[in-house]
């Protein structure tokens, strides 16, 4: 989980630096709150919610396959059953129908 947090956090920064945005602008465009952006970018989280994380890529423009490093999406399908997502009580894993 660690490598794919380090990738989206350098995914973010130079998406930052191409398109010349503080962190300020990037949480605005992201719509998540400043303090929630400041610990991504400054690498000061260890987990993040998957639906945050989609909203972040959706509304940054940021390729999945850079922050997974694949190269096809049954390579996505294959990292991302690796993933859970919990309501906070349980955890549910991510099965493809």
Known sequence: MEKYLLNFRNSLIKKMNENNWSITQLAIICDCSYH???NIVNGNMHDINFST????CENANISYEDI???ESFNSLEKEMKKFYISNGKMKFRLLKE
Do not use: S
């Not at 994380?53 to 972040?56: A, E, G």
């Open 68 to 70: 997974f490093e694949i």
């Open 53 to 56: 994380f989609i909203k972040i």
């Open 36 to 38: 929630g952006m400041c």
